[in-house]
Every structure is written in C-alpha cells, then in structure tokens.
C-alpha cells in the first residue's frame, strides 16, 4: 500500500502562486510515476503534471507556462508549483502515485485532495 498526503492548498488571488505538496509513504519502492490531478466542480478529473522515477516530467498543454512539477527523492515528496494562478485553476488538486507490482499490473493510488481557491 501507498499512503499519500497532500498539502498546501488554500485561497489566492488571480497571479498568485502556490505550492503543492504531496508526501508519499508505505510501499514506495516501486512507484514507477507520480502525478498531479485536478477536478473542477461539475467537470472530470484530469491530469495536469507527472513525473516519473527517472526524472521524466510531463505537464499538460494548458498549464505548461505556468506550472512546474518537481521532487525531493531525500523526503519522498513531488510538488506541483503553480504561478500565474487564473480563476479557472480552482479545483481539487489530487496526488496520485502509481505503483507496478507482480504480473506488470498497475495500481492506482490518490491522495485526499487539496483545495486551491483562486479569487478574481
């Protein structure tokens, strides 16, 4: 199992920046990725940024100039660092980890979520 928690939401004005946390702990050997999401209300939760253990990142077009996705391998923990913050990036931002175990399945692990609040 892999424990994830986030951290660093809250309530910003338009150009604002913020940065997101998300600690990882329990079976973290063999994470092979780790990511960001966000759902907005009434929307999908969608990707925004991931990094992979060798370093890959990958941050989606509509928020590539303004977002950054980063890691400290000695805490065990991936940021999302968010800048230029606009009305429509209010949403619930969600670590998720993914995890490759025996027969090359793929698991699934999220985070509780972090509101990131962005005022007009």
């Known amino acids: 199992q892999v424990q994830l928690v986030e951290s660093g939401g809250g309530l910003v004005q338009a150009g604002g920046s913020l940065r997101l946390s998300c600690v990882a702990s329990?079976?973290?050997?063999?994470?092979?990725?780790m990511g960001w999401y966000r759902q907005a209300p009434g929307k999908q939760r969608e990707l925004v940024a991931a990094?992979?253990?060798?370093?890959?990142?990958n941050v989606v077009g509509s928020v590539k100039d303004r977002f950054t996705i980063s890691r400290d391998n000695a805490k065990n923990t991936v940021y999302l660092h968010l800048n230029s913050l606009k009305p429509e990036d209010t949403a619930v931002y969600y670590c998720?980890?993914?995890?490759?175990?025996?027969?090359?399945?793929?698991?699934?692990?999220w985070g509780q979520g972090t509101q990131v609040t962005v005022s007009s």
């Open positions: 998720n980890a993914q995890r490759t175990v025996l027969g090359g399945i793929t698991l699934d692990y």
């Open positions: 329990g079976n973290i050997k063999s994470i092979t990725a």
């Open positions: 990094i992979t253990n060798g370093g890959n990142t």
